[in-house]
Structure formats: structure tokens, C-alpha cells
């Protein structure tokens, strides 16, 4: 198996080749004076098994060129197989046309990859009304959690405060649910309303003592943080004991780590797509089911 670690995931691929024990290789990825992407595979493709790793953050667009072209050139270039692993994978959102006219992002994207990819793995995905990645996808795609991680770093770290996990809105279920589950402790998902990107509203489905509780946050990404700071806000109301917050995807766009942060709470990530909280490492998740 040759790894290749693309723009945004290049120390995330180095630490799965490192663990499988297979080839690395980094993209050459850059840009034309104009704008256009260039990109080059700095090793043998041919008759290898390819292995793109990428985290969609950022420069999204870019990032998306960037795999797709490298996708076909090693096709291209005769490579058995070739797949993509994305740690965080991006317009899972958009999977419905809400307003007329819209693009339904979630499946043209998903269009895309099934022409340059024989296989996708995707490390949550945010699945909503397309509940499989085999709704999306024609070519063999895996979906991996890294739910197991946040559960352990719970247990490894929290579990002495006897936590209450919250999710935020009924999305966040499969992860704050099973999470509280794995680990034994009480749970509660709230009820969300989406305004606009930067608009929510949440509330408690029942009425619910947390009064001096530990409470911990969990959702699968926090993006402009908007819904954690609605979390938090009730939590404050009902007077629980200290507030942590943990997501597995850490996108934090406009500022959103140090807002959350000043409601006084403790933020926890993994390194799906680097950053400044990024404490648990899922290379070692991805590592073992490409094995
Ligand atoms: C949405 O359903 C997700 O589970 C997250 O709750 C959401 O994407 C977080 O976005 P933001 O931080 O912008 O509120």
C-alpha cells in the first residue's frame, strides 16, 4: 500500500503509514498564477494500491481539485486501486434541496468521488437524511467513528466527576448517545432550531435537574460554535457544576474556539482537521480498518 498525504492531512497520513507499516509519500500540490490548482504524485503509482488521505478544511474547494485530480492521475498512472480516506469530509450538509433551485451538494460531490475512487472511507460523516454512505455512493464506501476515542478520553479523564452528556440537537445523538452509553452515564439531546448559519436555538425536550452535575458536550463538529454556545448558555441557566465540550470534528471558523472558550469552558477535540485542541489522535482508528 502507498500513502499519500495530501494539503491537509499530511501528518495525519505519515502517522497511519508509520502504524501500518506501508510506503509515504507527500502531493505536490500548488498554484498557478491565476489560481489553478497543480498537482503532482511524487511516487510510483503503478500497480499500487494508493491511498489519498485528506481533510476537507479551509480551502474546501481546493482541497476537493486537489483529490480529484490526484485520484485520476494515479488511475492514470496505473494503480490497482485507489482510495480516498478523509478525516473530515466536507458538504455532508447540503443533502436536501430546501429552497427551489438549490444545489444538492451532498450527492453531486459524492458524483465526483465515484469517478476517481474505487473506494472512499470517510471518518464521520455528517449522515443526516441520507442515513448511508451507500445512498451517496456507487463505489465501495466506509464510513468509521471515532466515537470509541471520545468515549475512552472520557472515561480516561472525566470519569471521577460522574459526567452528564448533553448533545446538543438529535444529529448529535449518534455520537453523544453511544458515547454515554459505551462509558455507563446519563445522557439528554436536545432540541435545536436552525435559523440561518449563525442563528440556532435550542431547548430541552423534558424538564431536567443538572443543578451542581459535571455536564460534558458532545457533537460530531462545532463549526461557528454557535450551537455549543446555546448549550452552554441553558446549561449556565439550570446552574450545573462545570461544562466541557468535545467534538471529534474541530472546525472553528470565524474565532468560534476563543468564543466558546470565554463561557469558561473547557474544549476538546480530535485531530481530524488540525487544531489548537486537537487531543485525540485518530490516526491509530483509521490505521486499523485499513489494515
Ligand atoms: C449539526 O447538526 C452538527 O451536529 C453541529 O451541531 C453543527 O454543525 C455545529 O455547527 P455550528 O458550530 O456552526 O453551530
Sequence with gaps: MLIIGCSGASGIARNIAKKIECRFSQICSN?????ESYVRLMANARNEDVVLVQSFYGEIN???IE??????TAMDLGAKKVTLIATYFPYMRQDNRFNSGEAISTEIVAKLMNGCFDRIVILDPHLHRKKKLSDLYEID??????????????????MKDNPVIIGPDEESYKWAQTTAEQIGCEYS?????????????????KKISLKGRNVIIVDDMMSTGHTVIETIKKLKALKVKSIKCICIHGI???????????????VIASNSIPNPVGKIDVSWIVATRMQ
Design 31 to 35: 498554484k498557478f498564477p491565476d489560481g
Design 62 to 64: 481546493d482541497k476537493l
Design 141 to 158: 464506501a466506509l464510513k468509521i467513528t471515532a466515537y470509541p476515542l471520545i468515549a475512552d478520553y472520557i472515561k480516561r479523564n472525566f
Design 67 to 72: 483529490v480529484i485530480f490526484a485520484g485520476y
Design 252 to 266: 472553528f471558523i470565524e474565532d468560534a474556539l476563543k468564543k466558546i472558550k470565554s463561557y469558561g469552558v473547557e
Design 189 to 205: 439531546i436536545l432540541e435545536k432550531k436552525r435559523h440561518d448559519a449563525r442563528n440556532v436555538e435550542v431547548k430541552f425536550k
